[in-house]
């Protein structure tokens, strides 16, 4: 039977997928790559008329130096963390750009939220604290979508704290 469909699997709570924002599209990417490529042909090529040569070939160096930087933020966008509730287990997943698996378990009654908050720009940090243990999650996200995440995991620890809801048949 897979996991998936595991009849003593408990439900889930709560679930949520954090992943880093990049507000670039590779559309925009492409673009942008066109304008600075067509920006430093054309400098390097006034520079070359000029008699400055070897400007020429530092023109394009800043170009490359961009395609570069923005290649390695999108091979970073690949990371992301799972954090998953059920009535009796917290899981958080953190999974880096490089594949390399993190995972923690724990107990969702002995778990407490921390925020740390800075008063001019809302949450900066949130920390899952379990028996004097402190794990950083949410790293990737913005303040105010902290503050909504830390809402929701706080609602969904409360309820796996007040235990799993039975059903009454008459």
């Not at 942008?32 to 070939?57: D, E, I, N």
């Not at 949450?123 to 995440?149: H, N, T, Y």
Request: charged share 20%.
């Amino acid at each position: 039977m897979a996991p998936d469909n595991d009849p003593t699997q408990e439900p889930a709570i709560f679930s949520a997928v954090l992943t880093p924002h990049r507000s670039l599209s590779r559309k925009g990417f492409l673009a942008l790559m066109l304008v600075a490529g067509g920006a430093s042909l054309a400098m390097g090529t006034t520079f070359l008329l000029v008699g400055a040569w070897p400007v020429f070939g530092f023109c394009g160096l800043d170009v490359l130096l961009l395609y570069w930087a923005f290649k390695v933020s999108y091979r970073r966008a690949k990371a992301y963390e799972q954090v998953t509730v059920t009535s009796s287990e917290l899981t958080v997943r953190q999974v880096s750009h490089r594949g390399r698996i993190s995972e923690w378990t724990l107990n969702p009654l002995w778990v407490r939220l921390d925020r740390v908050v800075h008063a001019e720009f809302g949450i900066e940090r949130l920390f899952l604290v379990s028996r004097g243990r402190r794990l950083a999650i949410a790293g990737c996200l913005g303040p105010q979508e902290k503050e909504s995440f830390a809402l929701a995991l706080s609602a969904a620890l409360g309820e796996a704290k007040r235990g799993p809801t039975r059903t009454v048949f008459d």
